[in-house]
T-cell receptor, first 116, second 111 residues
Framework: DSGVTQTPKHLITATGQRVTLRCSPR?????VYWYQQSLDQGLQFLIQ???????AKGNILERFSAQQFPDLHSELNLSSLELGDSALYFC???????????????FGPGTRLTVT | SQQGEEDPQALSIQEGENATMNCSYK?????LQWYRQNSGRGLVHLIL?????REKHSGRLRVTLDTSKKSSSLLITASRAADTASYFC???????????FGKGTHLIIQP
């Protein structure tokens, strides 16, 4: 158990819909990272938040957005869903003291999104 | 896009044998990390090697890094059935982005 929690575990929804994935980082970790894992694209970095602010952006679509709240939990919002958005979405957290990215990231169990 | 490329894509060995997986990457790195993933579950951090290190050990794991060849290898000694999983290398360029993962090596340990 990494200490990172994600809800829900599974999500099945239709094209065009909007969903919200939730992540709670390990106690004390200030950074949250979101990744998408699909069969064709593999594991891809989407976005990072550090202590409530966006720190880095990867291959995140404009239909996707995220935020980190004062209690450090994070939400990933996916809208206008397409079939190709079906994937495993992972959240990871890291200590990242003083804004400097630490090395190890601790991954949650993931949310499996199926778009039908 | 993928930076790391693991080789082989899949590997099946007998329990007790050693397993070696390789990773190649394209750009300069701050560090390289190896993660394990069991069948669609979360990733588990195994070991990290910094760009100024050449070899690192952790239990039955040995990682090497050759920055001149932009490659790394992960050796698992005395493999066990519980080592069956997918193994990913991930590079950290030190810049304003997250880890860049390879496509992984699927390791099967046969009892």
């Amino acid at each position: 158990d990494s200490g990172v929690t994600q809800t829900p575990k599974h999500l099945i929804t239709a094209t065009g819909q909007r969903v919200t994935l939730r992540c709670s980082p390990r106690s004390g970790d200030l950074s949250v990272y979101w990744y998408q894992q699909s069969l064709d694209q593999g594991l891809q970095f989407l976005i990072q938040y550090y202590n409530g602010e966006e720190r880095a952006k990867g291959n995140i679509l404009e239909r996707f957005s995220a935020q980190q709240f004062p209690d450090l939990h994070s939400e990933l919002n996916l809208s206008s869903l397409e079939l190709g958005d079906s994937a495993l979405y992972f959240c990871a957290s890291s200590v990242d003291g003083s804004g400097v990215r630490s090395a190890e990231q601790y991954f949650g169990p993931g949310t499996r999104l199926t778009v039908t | 896009s993928q930076q790391g490329e693991e080789d082989p894509q899949a590997l099946s060995i007998q329990e007790g044998e050693n397993a070696t997986m390789n990773c190649s990457y394209k750009t300069s790195i701050n560090n390289l990390q190896w993660y394990r993933q069991n069948s669609g579950r979360g990733l588990v951090h195994l070991i990290l090697i910094r760009s100024n290190e050449r070899e690192k050990h952790s239990g039955r794991l040995r990682v090497t890094l050759d920055t001149s060849k932009k490659s790394s290898s992960l050796l698992i000694t005395a493999s066990r059935a519980a080592d069956t999983a997918s193994y990913f290398c991930a590079t950290d360029g030190g810049g304003a982005d997250g880890l860049t993962f390879g496509k992984g090596t699927h390791l099967i340990i046969q009892p």
